[in-house]
T-cell receptor
């Protein structure tokens, strides 16, 4: 296994268009996270899946954002009607632990979104 | 709300020297873990070291060690014998709900 994979690595889109990102976690990991990282900031939590169930969503996840994890495998993050403020690095991470306080999260390289 | 503060936006260290990155946090919990993650340029974030709050002994991973002061809610990272490959963004992180709450990061520059 080569780790967490994210596609595409870069995406440039026009304001108002919809975009979809994909994350393939480490195969045996049942926990999957999406984060957003803007320049000069640390990653900010967006949403969390345990298997196929979306268990937590941040207030940052507006109704233009939707995430899915069908069958508890890969995950997609869709942004509808993109705005310039959506420009950021979108990071996916996965983990496997029964103790969420001791979570070593494995991150992908991220998808950099630029909205023009 | 649990907050994580990294007060040093940038730090610089010479190769082979030692550097300490600071982090403070705020929590009302008594049992928790703290993490330092490294994000090299254009590469994925990786875990550097973790500390359990109940353990009095500071965690050590090779050249990386922490100075954990629970009462002061301080969790600093010491990098000894710095190498060029240590150049990266370093983030202090604290579990919040199911995810991690990250600080704003410290950019570490390593000079030859």
């Amino acid at each position: 296994d080569t780790g967490v994979s994210q596609n595409p690595r870069h995406k440039i889109t026009k304001r108002g268009q919809n975009v979809t990102f994909r994350c393939d976690p480490i195969s045996e990991h049942n926990r999957l996270y999406w984060y957003r990282q803007t320049l000069g900031q640390g990653p900010e939590f967006l949403t969390y899946f345990q298997n196929e169930a979306q268990l937590e969503k941040s207030r940052l996840l507006s109704d233009r954002f939707s995430a899915e994890r069908p069958k508890g495998s890969f995950s997609t993050l869709e942004i509808q009607r993109t705005e310039q403020g959506d420009s950021a690095m979108y990071l996916c991470a996965s983990s496997l632990t029964a103790d969420y306080k001791n979570t070593e999260a494995f991150f992908g390289q991220g998808t950099r979104l630029t909205v023009v | 709300a649990q907050t994580v503060t990294q007060s040093q936006p940038e730090m610089s260290v010479q190769e082979a020297e030692t550097v300490t990155l600071s982090c403070t946090y705020d929590t009302s919990e008594s049992d928790y873990y703290l993490f330092w993650y490294k994000q090299p340029p254009s590469r994925q974030m990786i875990l550097v070291i973790r500390q359990e709050a109940y353990k009095q002994q500071n965690a050590t991973e090779n050249r990386f060690s922490v100075n954990f002061q629970k009462a002061a809610k301080s969790f600093s990272l010491k990098i000894s014998d710095s190498q060029l490959g240590d150049a990266a963004m370093y983030f202090c992180a604290f579990p919040s709900g199911y995810a991690l709450n990250f600080g704003k990061g410290t950019s570490l520059l390593v000079t030859p």
